[in-house]
């Protein structure tokens, strides 16, 4: 694995920006009058807590033209993400639903983003030599398929561009609600082409057509499949997670690359207060660990520490590190 420390290129995530309504703690979704209202997505969230840390990160979506596209994209902005990539077209907003989980009672997410401005974009509508400029990193996620052809086809379409330019590329395999079979075509594609995989055996399993490689307790096994197979990887990382409740979990984290495989250590977290984005804080730490230049073991501490911050901050957005130095 080379880690390359570069502060100065710019990060690019893609994806779609969706509206989070969320019931209060303790409430159903239908029993509150009131629902908590905020900006998230998988890939919007990465290049927050990315910016958060010091990097300069952009942001290329489409979000609907009118008062609730214009707001998701000033909250990015506040946060100082580079919104020029995002479009601003006609139709409906990407909204998804919360019930927070209680005691032994899980939480329930429903989505609702079928024919959202983002959904219905042409795959042609993005630049990406232009968009990809100057930049170091391309992070995208295996959610498109689960939005739609043409999502689907700009993720892979962005995801050559940045191959063909020199810019290296990070996928999440495992954001949201990973692929279903469906999906299962652009997982293969897109971890062919990827340098960085944060996913779980899986998703690697399923991309190999390997059942086999399901089994939690031949993971090391999957990861040797997964260098075999995808000659661009050089690391791929996955957090482990124990549930003891619906506010008590077991957070653990691994990372691989070619020649050894490191553990991040283990939290044990109470009173978690939502755990929406905490994958995707995990992500952003893998990234800023190789930006910075840190050993393996260290990226794998960052990132899980990372994601178990995240758990203590209600929002998609992971705003921990705001002030941190990078």
Same mark, same amino acid.
């Given at each position: ?18 509206? %989070? ?5 303790g ?49 990015? %902005? ?26 032994? %009672? ?10 959202? =401005? ?11 030599? =232009? ?16 939005v ?17 330019a ?50 939690a ?5 999957? =990861? ?38 490191v ?36 990226v794998?501490g ?25």
């Amino acid at each position: 694995m080379s880690a390359r420390p570069d502060m100065a290129g710019r990060i690019v995530c893609f994806g779609e920006i969706l509206l %989070r309504l969320a019931a209060p703690p303790g409430r159903m979704l239908l029993q509150t009058p009131a629902l908590d209202a905020c900006a998230g997505g998988t890939e919007a969230n990465v290049a927050v807590a990315l910016a958060l840390l010091g990097h300069r990160t952009a942001m290329v979506s489409v979000l609907p033209d009118n008062s609730l596209g214009r707001a998701a994209l000033d909250s990015l %902005r506040a946060h100082g993400v580079d919104t020029t990539g995002i479009r601003l077209r006609p139709g409906r907003m990407g909204l998804y639903f919360i019930t927070p989980g209680a005691a032994a %009672r899980p939480s329930e997410t429903i989505y609702d983003r079928a024919g959202s =401005a983002y959904a219905l974009a042409d795959p042609g509508l993005y630049d990406w030599p =232009a968009l990809l400029d100057g930049a170091g990193w391309l992070h995208v996620s295996g959610i498109p398929p689960a939005v739609g052809d043409g999502p689907a086809q700009a993720v892979l379409a962005a995801m050559r561009a940045a191959r063909a330019a020199g810019v290296r590329v990070a996928f999440d395999g495992t954001a949201g609600t990973g692929p279903g079979q469906d999906g299962v075509p652009l997982l293969l594609e897109a971890m062919r082409m990827a340098d960085v995989v944060c996913t779980g055996p899986r998703d690697v399993a399923l991309a190999l057509d390997r059942p086999d490689l399901m089994d939690a307790a031949r993971e090391q096994e999957a =990861a040797h499949a997964a260098f075999a197979a995808f000659p661009h990887l050089e690391l791929l990382a996955w957090t482990r997670r124990v549930h003891h409740g619906a506010d008590e979990h077991e957070l653990s984290a691994v990372l691989h690359t070619r020649t050894a495989s490191v553990t991040g250590g283990s939290y044990r977290l109470s009173g978690i207060v939502d755990r929406i984005g905490t994958g995707d804080a995990f992500a952003a730490g893998v990234l800023h660990g190789l930006q910075t230049g840190m050993a393996p073991a260290d990226v794998a501490g960052f990132a899980l520490a990372a994601a178990a911050m995240k758990h203590a901050i209600t929002g998609d957005f992971d705003v921990a590190h705001i002030g941190a130095s990078a």
